[in-house]
């Protein structure tokens, strides 16, 4: 079946632009998440939703980072006034449950000039 | 200092030989324990998950937990060069996850 599809693939973006990346994870999936993986470096928990739920919020960075899930399936993650530490590739990943194995997309490479 | 330290290499080594790759962490509420395998510009490939101290075989993949002294391995036998790429440990708690940094492994025919 399908995997978790993200899209972007590639995105570039000037300083102060907002940007909004799109997760589609596997159907029937729960949990969700989002993490932030810089160059050389594993991913970095962003958040996570159950269902439409956000659960935890606690690796957004900044309030400038946002994320919605609002029917359970499609998340949503969104930079606004980009900086150029926002730099890195965004990943998502879905699971049957939070305590359960994450699958992961193959990840938005944002670039912010 | 991390939650996780993973053995930063790069790892070198020959075909067919076996690979061990480590992971330390400090974080005693850690429930389920990961190894992911990510190539050049893709996703982490989930390749082994545990929950309990002891090891786990999965073809040539074994995964081996030791909760008192808080450390991983994933053992890799006969090595193919199709294994190279960067390896994560992951550990999870109420959800979230946290990574290593990776292992860079590459394996020359």
């Known amino acids: 079946g399908a995997g978790v599809s993200q899209s972007p693939r590639y995105k570039v973006a000037k300083r102060g632009q907002d940007v909004a990346l799109r997760c589609d994870p596997i159907s029937g999936h729960v949990s969700l998440f989002w993490y932030q993986q810089a160059l050389g470096q594993g991913p970095e928990f962003l958040t996570y939703f159950q269902n439409e739920a956000q659960l935890d919020k606690s690796g957004l960075p900044s309030d400038r980072f946002f994320a919605e899930r609002p029917e359970g399936s499609v998340s949503t993650l969104k930079i606004q006034r980009t900086q150029q530490e926002d730099s890195a590739v965004y990943l998502c990943?879905?699971?049957?449950?939070?305590?359960?194995?994450?699958?992961f997309g193959p990840g938005t490479r944002l670039t912010v000039t | 200092q991390k939650e996780v330290e993973q053995d930063p290499g790069p790892l070198s080594v020959p075909e067919g030989a076996i690979v061990s790759l480590n992971c330390t962490y400090s974080n005693s509420a850690f429930q389920y324990f990961m190894w992911y395998r990510q190539y050049s510009r893709k996703g982490p490939e989930l390749l082994m998950y545990?929950?309990?101290?002891g090891n786990k075989e999965d073809g040539r993949f074994t995964a081996q937990v030791d909760k008192s002294s808080k450390y991983i391995s994933l053992f890799i036998r006969d090595s193919q060069p199709s294994d190279s790429a960067t390896y994560l440990c992951?550990?999870?708690?109420?959800?979230?996850?946290?990574f290593g940094d990776g292992t860079t492994l590459t394996v020359k025919p």
């Open positions: 990943a879905s699971g049957t449950s939070g305590r359960d194995e994450q699958y």
């Open positions: 992951a550990m999870t708690n109420a959800g979230k996850s946290t």
């Open positions: 545990t929950y309990s101290s």
